[in-house]
């Protein structure tokens, strides 16, 4: 399936490291799950959709809250679904079904859905615009739209800490321009109500949220999960052994600061953002 320009490319290797390291994102962006519950207010009978649903944490859990509802996962990738596929079948959830479909500019049923929510899947549009227009089609008058966002990396340890920690043994690729496609798009507040306001969504509200992420139980798994980030690991299998290891240790030492006892957990902001289609 072709992807959109400016996107990683996800119906790739983007998505097969999302797919190896499932349970790390998983564990990763808890957090922000939980946040993005408390916000959206799931109902029995809602029917959800989940943009960017990757592997589908948050779909099941939005199955589990809309019991008789349904929810509808999209996402680029196709072995992300497949994924999403299995584990709801392993954890007997059935109210959910899973397409591979670019959300910008699938065919969406009008107005079928009472609820749109997306945990980190909704910045790497190349016309957020109209993307979300087509998001707000697909919402029934007065239906919900919430989501959680990545806030600047400038604001981001997860960003910061690696950068610094390695920067002196390779070139670690520096995020996209702030209004192009990438996981800190939708970081300034005045974007976000302007891209939503265009596409015809209501109320837009941003509340920061300032859970970490957390990057692993130790510094062991911490090293190795910042290390596999795709930006990372083909800079660093470039490097001969002997700095390889040096770098490693600076980066070991850098996430050192960042061990609590709930795990080595690096900030990295976002927005829980809420907007409605209208009525
Ligand atoms: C940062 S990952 C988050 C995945 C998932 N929401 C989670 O919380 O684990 C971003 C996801 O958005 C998906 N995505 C990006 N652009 C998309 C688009 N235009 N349509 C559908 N999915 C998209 C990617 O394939 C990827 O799975």
Redesign the pocket.
């Known amino acids: 399936m072709a992807e ?1 320009a400016g ?1 990683p490319e ?1 119906d790739g290797a983007t ?1 097969d490291h ?1 797919v190896a390291y499932e349970e790390k ?2 564990a990763a ?1 808890f957090r922000y ?1 939980e946040r993005l519950f408390a916000g959206a207010g799931v109902r029995p009978d809602d029917r959800v959709l989940d ?5 589908g ?2 779909t099941r859990v939005a199955a589990r809250l809309a019991a008789e509802g349904s929810v509808h996962g ?4 196709a072995a ?1 679904l497949a994924r999403a596929r299995e584990r709801a079948a392993e954890e007997g959830v059935g109210n959910v079904r899973f397409e591979q ?4 500019v699938h065919d969406f049923d009008a107005g079928a859905y009472d609820l749109a929510i ?4 909704v910045m ?2 190349a016309d957020p615009v109209a ?1 979300f227009a087509n998001v707000r089609r697909a919402l029934r008058p007065a239906g919900r739209l919430v989501f959680v966002c990545w806030r600047a990396p400038e604001e981001s340890a997860y960003s910061l800490v690696p950068r610094a920690a390695l920067g002196r043994y390779v070139t670690v690729p520096g995020p996209p321009g702030a209004d192009e496609p990438g ?1 800190n798009s939708l970081a300034d507040p005045d974007r976000v109500r302007d891209v939503l306001g265009r596409a015809g969504l209501a109320d837009v509200q941003l509340e920061p949220e300032d859970e970490p992420m957390y990057v692993g139980a130790d510094l062991d798994e911490a090293v190795d999960f910042v290390l596999n980030r795709q930006s990372l690991r083909e800079p660093m299998a470039e490097l001969d052994a002997a700095t390889t290891a040096k770098a490693t240790e600076e980066l070991r030492e850098a996430l050192a600061s960042y061990v609590t006892p709930e795990g080595v957990l690096l900030r990295s902001p976002a927005w829980l953002v809420t907007a409605h289609a209208p009525a």
């Open positions: 959109s996107t996800w998505g999302w994102y998983n962006m799950g943009v960017g649903c990757g592997c944490q948050t999209v996402d680029l990738s992300m479909a670019d959300a910008q997306s945990r980190n899947g790497f549009f993307a996981p």
